[in-house]
């Protein structure tokens, strides 16, 4: 079983920032893709950053530039450090990994969400 848990959500004004964080554990032999999603009231929930065991990044155009991901594969953590945040950056973030467990399953876990508040 694994279990992905974010924190580091809040209220900032705009023009803020905060640094999400998010750690998977539990029966992982290695995680592929760590990444983050938001959801705003209403919407569906959207791609905000993803990030490969590589390195390699990818960002929703909107956080381009605002937005930077970031991960520690040894302790299977992933950051999002967002920048010049913006009232539509209001939602709740969450985060997820893809990997394959112990026994040699493969798994998509989510966390339960953070909520990141923008003022204007």
């Known amino acids: 079983q694994v279990q992905v848990v974010e924190s580091g959500g809040g209220l900032v004004q705009a023009g803020g920032s905060l640094r999400l964080s998010c750690a998977a554990s539990g029966s992982i032999s290695s995680i592929s893709d760590m990444g983050w999603h938001r959801q705003a009231p209403g919407k569906q929930r959207d791609l905000v950053a993803t990030i490969t065991s590589g390195g390699s990044t990818d960002y929703a155009d909107s956080v381009k530039g605002r937005f930077t991901i970031s991960r520690d594969n040894a302790k299977n953590t992933v950051y999002l450090q967002m920048n010049s945040l913006k009232p539509e950056d209001t939602a709740v973030y969450y985060c997820?990994?893809?990997?394959?467990?112990?026994?040699?399953?493969?798994?998509?876990?989510w966390g339960q969400g953070t909520q990141v508040t923008v003022s204007s």
């Open positions: 997820n990994a893809i990997g394959v467990t112990t026994t040699d399953l493969g798994f998509e876990a």
